[in-house]
Structures are given as C-alpha cells and as structure tokens.
C-alpha cells in the first residue's frame, strides 16, 4: 500500500519523518504501476520529490510520518 501517492499534474515535495527502519539504503520504494527503486533514508526528517503519478512506499520495516507536501513547480 502507497504511503503517498501524487494524483497531480505537477511535481511535490513530500517531508516525512523517519522514526525507525530495519536498512537505511532500502527504506523507501518510489516508483509507478509496480515499477520502482529503492530510496536511501535514514533516520530523521528528509524532503522527497514526487513526480505526477508516483507514489512512495515504506520498505524494509520503515516507520514514519508524513509531516507536509508542497509543491515543487
């Protein structure tokens, strides 16, 4: 299940607050229609960019909190 999903035209910037996760190099997927790749994400706060159509996916055990989307155009 997607954690965010940008349903736009346009690109957002996606701040989201990792609490914990079990691999750092792997704790995000972010892709389209089953095609992604993994995002590296430690611990902390960090900004993703999500172009229309993608979505972002917790991986790896991740634990975290969507803090804001804005727009990136």
Same mark, same amino acid.
């Given at each position: 299940?997607?954690?965010?999903?940008?349903?736009?035209?346009?690109?957002?910037?996606?701040? *989201?607050?990792?609490?914990?996760?079990?691999?750092?190099?792997?704790?995000?997927?972010?892709?389209?229609? =089953? *095609?992604?790749?993994?995002?590296?994400?430690?611990?902390?706060?960090?900004?993703? *960019?999500?172009?229309? =159509?993608?979505?972002?996916?917790?991986?790896?055990?991740?634990?975290?909190?969507?803090?804001?989307?804005? =727009?990136?155009?």
């Amino acid at each position: 299940m997607a954690f965010y999903s940008n349903h736009s035209r346009h690109s957002a910037i996606v701040t *989201i607050h990792i609490q914990s996760t079990d691999n750092p190099e792997k704790s995000f997927q972010k892709g389209v229609g =089953g *095609i992604s790749e993994h995002v590296k994400a430690d611990v902390g706060f960090h900004d993703f *960019i999500v172009e229309p =159509g993608q979505s972002l996916t917790l991986a790896e055990n991740t634990n975290a909190a969507l803090v804001g989307v804005r =727009g990136a155009d």
